[in-house]
């Protein structure tokens, strides 16, 4: 009987073995099958936004916030939805971020935050009554905050990488190359927001959006007036038929003067910053140190402070 049990037992890993191996083998020709396909179906598009798997895990995860959207647009303090779409536009829609997500994922937040508050309090931690309230309100304030920052940042990104890309624009334009063309060629050898918003401006003017439309969708979706001056350059060179390459290099000499000019500003406003830091840190902190060295000397009866190193 225990000869029997051996073999059974025996026989049912040698299947299991050879079945572990099967399905491997299927794996293995499913990722085959995979990989020719998309090679033989894939075209390819320069203006194409490159996805990290970060980005693909919160998205994912910020799924679960559309199961509050419609109260989200309910309760829509500080959160319109029109000010809310222009946000996400100049942000450049974060995460594959809808309207309708970011309205539900604020509440999505102000849920964790309240469920927080209400561990704190059973666990009666320090201020738990004050967290039941102000978790919440972070979850909900922290949301709109975190894209206000990131519209800002990409903004600001914008302004800082137009200098090169109009100085590029402007020798290639000089060559005799036409600006679509122009545009198609160097646009790809870009990253960040330039990349995003000149390849959509292509593939609009591409479907057959009129030129005048698609500048104005670039106005409305970005407030950066580095950028908008650009664009309403553009508009009016077009007008009255002044050549485009010297526009873009004028554009550029304008926006390097006043990129020098922000760095000089930002660098005024870090003295007052230090003054204020060692004012009310550095100081105190070495008057402390000298106090407690003085007592210590004291109620030791030293007569000499520098004893104490001795």
């Keep these: 009987m225990d000869g029997l049990i051996i073999i059974i037992i025996s026989l049912c890993l040698v299947f299991l073995a050879l079945s572990l ?24 598009n320069a203006f194409e936004k490159k996805i990290t798997r970060r980005e693909k895990i919160v998205t994912k995860m910020l799924q679960f916030a ?6 989200g647009q309910r309760i829509n303090f500080f959160s319109e939805n029109q000010d809310v779409k222009k946000k996400l536009m100049q942000a450049g829609y974060p995460y594959q971020l809808t309207v309708e997500r970011f309205q539900g994922l604020k509440i999505f937040l102000l849920i964790i935050g309240l469920i927080f508050g209400g561990f704190s309090l059973l666990l009666r931690l320090p201020f738990a009554q004050v967290s039941v309230i102000i978790y919440p309100l972070l979850g909900y304030m922290g949301a709109l905050l975190w894209l206000n920052k990131k519209a800002k940042q990409r903004q600001g990104e914008l302004s ?36 995003d918003e000149f390849g959509r401006f292509i593939q609009e003017t591409d479907v057959g959006v009129p030129r ?12 950066s007036k580095e950028f908008q001056m650009l664009i309403k350059s553009l508009i009016q060179g077009e007008r009255l038929g002044v050549p485009i390459s010297k526009t873009f290099k004028n554009q550029a000499e304008e926006m390097r003067k006043i990129k020098k000019e922000k760095i000089k500003e930002e660098a005024a406003k870090a003295s007052p910053k230090v003054t204020l830091i060692t004012t009310f840190i550095v100081m105190p902190s070495a008057l402390i140190l000298i106090g407690g060295l003085m007592a210590i000397n004291i109620f030791n009866n030293n007569s000499n402070l520098f004893n104490l190193f001795k």
Excluded: C, H, W
């Design 21 to 44: 191996r099967s399905f491997y083998n299927y794996f293995l020709s499913r990722e085959r099958l995979k990989e020719q396909i998309r090679e033989k179906t894939y075209v390819y």
């Design 66 to 71: 559309d199961d509050y959207s419609s109260i």
């Design 160 to 195: 800082f990488q137009l200098p090169d890309f109009l100085d590029t624009m402007s020798v290639t334009l000089q060559a005799g190359v036409g600006l679509d063309q122009a545009l198609r060629d160097i646009v790809p050898y870009f990253d960040g927001p330039v990349k």
């Design 212 to 223: 005048a439309d698609a500048y104005r969708s670039l106005l409305e979706r970005n407030d």
